[in-house]
């Protein structure tokens, strides 16, 4: 039997099709891109009202599955912006009631757990979630996901992306800024804010910024922006790990798709001893069948709802989420 997950927290209309062992049978996404600026949340909103009947359609036809073998539908309930949500969740309801199914919300974060930890294969890891709206160091304690650390500010992919566009470029920032940084010879010192485990970004945007008008290339810049961010991430999820003593680690989020940032924070746990383990690049970006994945777990632990009760929660944060099939 299979979940069907479908995503539509942000830019990425998304629908994912996984049977109870974690095989991704079928996946169909499509990220909205702004011609300009940043994510206008009713333009993504209806760019998933448009796409998803058709992406559950291909989700559905390359996983050679048939609506009666659909154990249950699950969507991302939260969090995200309101409009996206409300896209996505009109859609479960709707199939959850045409197929006779259990509608499953999910939490969105907690997914991009869920899906890096099952496809690492370890127990129990800390994650570092990095994504355009979440940077947070989580572990799983007493019946919940809780968060170590996380950003004082804005989450590191927005920040990316903010940078990017405000360097000349366009939504998404981070995987251009990656190449844009490969060029990049000579590190610049920008503002590096590690407060405990938590950190802060919005001054080395300025920084940046300031640096530029002084005449800085842009690849420098790139090169320069990565090396301390991702540095900054790397110290906050070493300092969980000796704070909790665990020695492994699994990435998750967009952010996580970047190689100077992976290689970072490899190089610190392999040097502690330990295992790191970053899922494929098209799982690590928002993607329906983390949701799916997160959905079986959330349906074995009885955790459906009533589609009037299934209302969308923009705020809802990973630590208020309860996860049962962690145990007690
Ligand atoms: P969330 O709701 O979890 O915050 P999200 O809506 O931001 O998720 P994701 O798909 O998880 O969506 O992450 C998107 C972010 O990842 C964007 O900010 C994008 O710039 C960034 N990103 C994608 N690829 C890379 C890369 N190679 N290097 C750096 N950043 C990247
Ligand atoms: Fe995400």
């Known amino acids: ?5 479908i995503e539509s ?25 702004p011609t300009a600026g940043g994510i206008h949340p009713r333009e993504a909103a209806n760019h998933h009202v448009e796409l998803l009947p ?33 896209a996505g969740a009109t859609v479960a309801r709707m199939l959850a009631l045409t197929w006779d199914r259990p509608l499953v919300p999910v939490n969105h974060c907690v997914a991009h757990v869920e899906i890096a930890r099952v496809l690492s294969g370890l127990d129990d890891p800390m994650l570092l979630y990095a994504s355009g709206g979440n940077t947070q160091v989580i572990a799983y304690a007493r019946g919940r996901y809780r968060v170590l650390g996380e950003t004082l500010d804005i989450g590191i992919g927005n920040f990316l992306d903010k940078l990017w566009i405000e360097l000349g470029g366009t939504f998404p920032g981070g995987p251009a800024l990656e190449k844009e940084a490969q060029a990049g ?43 301390t961010a991702y540095a900054m991430l790397t110290e ?5 790990l000796a704070h909790r003593r665990r020695d492994t680690v699994v990435l998750g989020g967009g952010v996580a798709c970047n190689e100077r940032l992976r290689g970072m924070v490899r190089t610190m746990v392999e040097g502690r001893g330990g295992t ?31 589609v ?5 929660q923009p705020r ?11 145990g007690g």
């Open 1 to 5: 039997m299979v979940v069907v997950g």
């Open 236 to 240: 906050i999820t070493e300092r969980a």
């Open 185 to 227: 010879t000579e590190l610049h010192p920008l503002p590096y804010s590690v407060h405990g485990m938590d950190v802060a970004f919005s001054g080395i945007l300025t920084a940046t910024l300031a640096l530029r008008a002084k005449g800085v290339s842009r690849p420098d810049l790139a090169y320069s922006v990565e090396a």
């Open 316 to 326: 809802q944060r990973t630590d208020l989420v309860l996860t049962p099939w962690r």
């Open 9 to 33: 927290t942000a830019h990425t209309a998304s629908v994912g099709i996984v049977d109870e062992r974690a095989n991704v049978l079928g996946l169909a996404s499509d990220m909205y891109r």
């Open 54 to 86: 058709n992406l559950v359609k291909t989700a559905l036809e390359s996983a050679h599955v048939r609506p009666t073998e659909v154990e249950g539908v699950a969507f991302a309930q939260g969090p995200g912006l309101g409009p996206c949500l409300r």
């Open 276 to 306: 790191m383990y970053a899922p494929p690049r098209s799982l690590c970006v928002d993607n329906g069948a983390m949701i799916a994945w997160t959905g079986h777990l959330a349906l074995r632990a009885g955790q459906t709802s009533a």
């Open 308 to 312: 009037e009760q299934s209302a969308v």
